[in-house]
């Protein structure tokens, strides 16, 4: 193997995509909406409409639908016990549209997790207990990075759910910065990112120093694997 065809799934920046096709992978991006660059390598579909199971050696799904899946959320899906009415919902909102967006998480993630590739990472936060009773028995705890890690400037715990790839090592880990001062206030920046509809396109946005060890690393265990069976 000298390339591995790759699956960027629920990504438009083109961010992790540009990342493994910078090491030469065969690379493809897909969302339902059209990639942010332009690019001729990205296809415009819901990922649970066939394209999983057309031969890929590796599967990296970077923002699936996590807000009602996420322990955070939890509190807009039930009260007390499991799915009982919750105390209150956003406004605008009925519990029913929250139900649905539930399921909707529940089976893009599951779809993507089950597919029939040997090596599979899901970008997602630690998740809810209503969650978890959905997800499949294999499912590991995720491994929790920030982009600090790799050179990012930010904080932002970001969970990566793996199967058949090694967890991230750090790259190029930056020092800190003293809590409350300036800079660790331009370090939580996603954070305090203002409501607005632009909100959750920058929330989700991937890390050029994260996606660029996540190239060379899952993927040259990938290569090495093949190497050395």
Request: aromatic share 10%; glycine share 6%.
């Given at each position: 193997m000298t390339a591995l065809r790759t699956l960027i799934a629920c990504e438009t920046s083109g961010i992790a995509r540009r990342a493994f096709a910078a090491l030469g992978h065969d690379v493809w991006?897909?969302?339902?909406?059209?990639?942010?660059?332009g690019s001729n390598r990205h296809i415009i579909c819901d990922v649970r409409d066939g394209i999983l199971h057309e031969g890929w050696d590796l599967l990296a799904v970077m923002h699936p639908p996590c807000?009602?899946?996420?322990?955070?959320?939890r509190r807009w899906m039930s009260g007390p016990g499991k799915w009982t009415k919750p105390k209150r919902l956003p406004n605008g909102r009925t519990w029913q549209s929250m139900k649905?967006?539930?399921?909707?998480?529940?089976?893009?993630?599951?779809?993507?997790?089950?597919?029939?590739?040997?090596?599979?990472?899901?970008?997602?936060?630690?998740?809810?207990?209503?969650?978890?009773?959905?997800?499949?028995?294999?499912?590991?705890?995720?491994?929790?990075?920030?982009?600090?890690?790799?050179?990012?400037?930010?904080?932002?715990?970001?969970?990566?759910?793996?199967?058949?790839?090694?967890?991230?090592?750090?790259t190029n880990c930056l020092p800190e910065p003293e809590r409350l001062s300036a800079e660790w206030k331009r370090w939580n920046r996603v954070h305090r990112l203002?409501?607005?509809?632009?909100?959750?396109?920058?929330?989700?946005?991937?890390?050029?120093?994260?996606?660029?060890?996540a190239a060379a690393q899952w993927a040259g265990s990938a290569m090495q694997e093949e190497i050395a069976t």
């Open positions: 991006s897909c969302d339902l909406e059209p990639a942010e660059d807000t009602r899946l996420c322990r955070s959320g649905d967006e539930f399921e909707d998480g529940v089976s893009i993630f599951t779809a993507c997790w089950t597919a029939p590739i040997d090596r599979v990472a899901i970008e997602n936060p630690n998740m809810n207990d209503l969650a978890r009773d959905r997800m499949p028995a294999d499912l590991p705890a995720p491994q929790l990075v920030q982009p600090y890690w790799f050179g990012e400037p930010e904080y932002k715990a970001t969970g990566w759910y793996l199967r058949g790839l090694p967890e991230l090592q750090p203002p409501p607005g509809p632009e909100r959750t396109r920058l929330r989700n946005r991937s890390f050029p120093g994260m996606m660029q060890a």
